[in-house]
């Protein structure tokens, strides 16, 4: 009978919802049953294997394997604190890290051990603490208190002076006596607050003087607080689990919360009906209330004493206003010139700290990196299932009113889709309606919890390849354990930049998140370093080398001017961007313009057309070592040098040691035959690969079918460079 009455006992299991923490049970060990559905609660889990007590014990469960999303019965066991407690993502649950707290538990299968018999009922850490109402003189008034034990104080006797009819007033002794009161938390004061100020029976000065017991009647009651008070305060109570003391001393503490009235100037009516004012002179209608004087009135007794209060009023004084010159606006750190934006991690994972720290992080950057329209412009993308942008680049022009917007953003939630934000700022964040300058680097930093949801590469590939700069900022990275469960291994590496380290900031907890804000910002602001700025189309010394021969006629010379305009018109010309020069030959060589002479590409593209035809015999051999010594030996030495040769017929001298002096140099180099070109003249005149580098048209007015396949082939050429 025994063994049937413990079976039924065990059968008895409690249920629990969802949220519900293993700190807010007060008990050793006991089993519950979880409903089903408590991954999509996402409620919080701190730690792997052993969890902080203010972890949901469901989605502990289902984190560790316990139970699924269906539900089903958990043993919980208490532990002792920890200092470290792991985060991880696990059974579809993502667990966070946490440095310390003072209790820890283990969950396991629901399957009771043979002869252990758990609780039926769950005992609760209850919420507040009990209060009990004091008697009072004044019984309109009652001031709870907190109950535990100690000796009951004995009757206490307070002397008042009585007042006298001069000008310095003495007052004769009275004794009040109270009876002891029910046992307190706290032995009573015997400390007599005495504030001296002048007094008069004057209306305004006794709703003052009620004004002011009833503040002090406040501070005195501190900790006990009335029913209202004692109630937790959202926008303060931040710590979980914590004891019914800690969330009165954390929410109010020994201070009295401040008057939403603000004004100065506002009259609000003031509460009398708590205060006694002692009359200690007849009021004058022709004094002033702002003389010195004494008010003395005493607060009902909030323990066994009598408390006497003198309220000075000569401190009532009016300031002039001052007005103050308005503070100057930063034009931003000229050496920092970027257009920045930061990709945040909006997801559920991190959870609503986290993503406060990681706003705290964003406007210590933007102090640091002190933003203006002469210095860095700096937005934010806030990524989850989808991208939305939280600031346009031109949202604000300095750091203050950044950090004002960063305080707004709310967490969207969502999965950590980061190729998707990496596409978005692709294709239209950094445009110029969004106000992207064009002569600044465009720089994008992704913060990440953890790892992506999606795949990253192509959508980083196509960024880069748009002169964006990807920074990856990866809090929490995954650890070896975990590698198994990314969307895309080495996602940082095909992301990034360069994978040289630059471009890269691992950071191993949320908590040292801070510690990377000032590395970050010398990192943006290296403009030198910034190579992705660079792109096939920004980053080029092209120079045309044209045959002005006799065999290619004056309507054929315009038809191949056509081309070279054409072609030009794709790169982005300026001194910092692309430049482009011109070398016109016959027997002779002649220097049509420079790299850098023309830095604006409507001046460029005229001084093409303005190209006279020149008309001679073919040397292009000699042609190609002038190219060499007027045009390359200028070139930048960040920049690709481009030749393109065009000719109609055979060179009358030799062209293959010209062609590998200039490759020996650096110089890339396309050759485009027309007519009667010689074929192997023009494969020795072309880098390797030949037919990457070297075209033939028969004749001059198909020259424009080639213009995208240069192009295409320079620009794949220049992406397909080691990003180390």
């Not at 002033?288 to 607060?299: K, Q």
């Not at 991690?345 to 933007?366: H, M, N, P, T, Y």
């Not at 198994?484 to 590496?493: A, C, G, I, T, Y």
Request: include cysteine.
């Amino acid at each position: 009978m025994i063994r049937v009455n413990l079976t039924a006992i065990c059968l008895v299991v409690p249920a629990i919802e969802c949220d519900v923490r293993a700190g807010k049970i007060n008990l050793p060990e006991f089993i519950v049953k979880c409903p089903a559905h408590c991954k999509e609660t996402k409620q919080q889990v701190y730690g792997t294997g052993v969890f902080a007590s203010i972890s949901s014990i469901c989605n502990a469960a289902i984190h560790s394997g316990v139970i699924t999303n269906s539900g089903g019965k958990v043993i919980v066991r208490k532990m002792a604190g920890q200092n470290i407690y792991k985060g991880s993502n696990s059974y579809g649950v993502r667990s966070l890290s946490l440095p310390k707290w003072r209790e820890s538990f283990v969950v396991s299968v629901g399957k009771p051990k043979k002869g252990v018999i758990y609780p039926s009922t769950l005992d609760y850490v209850p919420s507040r603490p009990t209060y009990v109402k004091t008697s009072q003189k004044d019984k309109s008034s009652a001031v709870t208190t907190a109950l535990p034990t100690t000796a009951a104080p004995e009757p206490t006797t307070t002397t008042t002076p009585e007042p006298t009819t001069t000008t310095t007033t003495t007052l004769a002794p009275t004794t009040t006596t109270t009876p002891a009161p029910p046992p307190t938390t706290a032995k009573a004061r015997a400390a007599v607050h005495k504030v001296r100020d002048a007094g008069s029976s004057h209306p305004y000065l006794a709703s003052v003087a009620a004004a002011s017991s009833t503040f002090n009647r406040a501070q005195l009651a501190s900790p006990e607080r009335t029913p209202t008070m004692s109630q937790s305060n959202p926008a303060r109570d931040h710590r979980p689990d914590i004891s019914d003391f800690e969330h009165w001393f954390y929410n109010f503490g020994p201070y009295l919360s401040r008057s939403t009235h603000s004004d100065g100037n506002r009259k609000t009516p003031l509460d009398t009906s708590h205060s006694t004012v002692e009359p200690v002179d007849i009021w004058k209608p022709e004094a002033n209330i702002y003389e010195s004087g004494e008010i003395v009135f005493n607060a009902p007794s909030l323990r066994p004493k009598r408390v006497q209060y003198v309220l000075r009023t000569d401190c009532f004084h009016v300031r002039e206003p001052v007005t103050r010159a308005p503070e100057p606006v930063s034009q931003g750190d000229p050496n920092c010139k970027v257009d920045l934006v930061f990709l945040m991690d909006g997801s559920w994972s991190i959870g609503k700290r986290r993503f406060k720290i990681q706003k705290d992080f964003l406007s210590e950057v933007a102090q640091a990196i002190n933003v203006g329209i002469a210095g860095p412009m700096m937005g934010i993308i806030q990524y989850g299932d989808d991208p939305v942008t939280e600031m346009s680049l031109k949202s604000f022009s300095n750091s203050r009113d950044v950090k004002s917007g960063i305080d707004k953003i709310v967490q969207k939630g969502g999965l950590s889709n980061v190729g998707k934000a990496l596409s978005y700022i692709n294709k239209q964040y950094f445009s110029d309606a969004n106000g992207n300058r064009g002569g600044a680097p465009n720089v994008a930093v992704v913060l990440v919890d953890g790892w992506p949801t999606d795949k990253v590469e192509e959508a980083s590939r196509l960024a880069r390849e748009s002169g964006i700069n990807i920074f990856f900022v990866t809090i929490e990275g995954p650890d070896d354990s975990e590698k198994h469960q990314l969307v895309e291994p080495n996602f940082v590496d095909k992301a990034v930049c360069r994978t040289n380290g630059f471009f890269s900031l691992p950071v191993s907890s949320w908590f040292a998140l801070r510690k990377a804000a000032q590395p970050l910002v010398k990192r943006v602001c290296d403009t030198e370093r910034l190579v992705c700025s660079k792109t096939c189309l920004n980053a080029n010394d092209i120079g045309f080398v044209i045959d002005g021969s006799s065999s290619v006629g004056t309507g054929n010379f315009r038809t191949v001017l056509q081309f070279v305009a054409n072609v030009t018109r794709e790169f982005e010309i300026s001194d910092t961007d692309t430049r482009v020069g011109a070398v016109q030959y016959t027997y002779k060589q002649r220097l049509e313009f420079a790299f850098g002479q023309y830095n604006n590409k409507a001046e460029l593209l005229n001084a093409i057309k303005r190209i006279d035809y020149w008309s001679g015999g073919t040397s292009t051999g000699a042609a190609i070592t002038y190219t060499a010594e007027q045009l390359f030996s200028k070139s930048k030495p960040n920049k690709r040098k481009i030749m393109i040769v065009i000719t109609d017929g055979r060179s009358y001298d030799d062209v293959r040691e010209p062609a590998l002096t200039v490759h020996g140099q650096g110089v890339i180099a396309y050759s485009i035959g027309i007519a009667w070109a010689a074929q192997d003249e023009l494969e020795y005149i072309a880098t390797d690969p030949d037919k990457d580098h070297s075209f033939f048209v028969d004749e001059f007015d198909n020259l424009y079918k080639f213009v995208p396949k240069i192009i295409n082939n320079i620009c794949q050429e220049f992406n397909s460079q080691p990003r180390n």
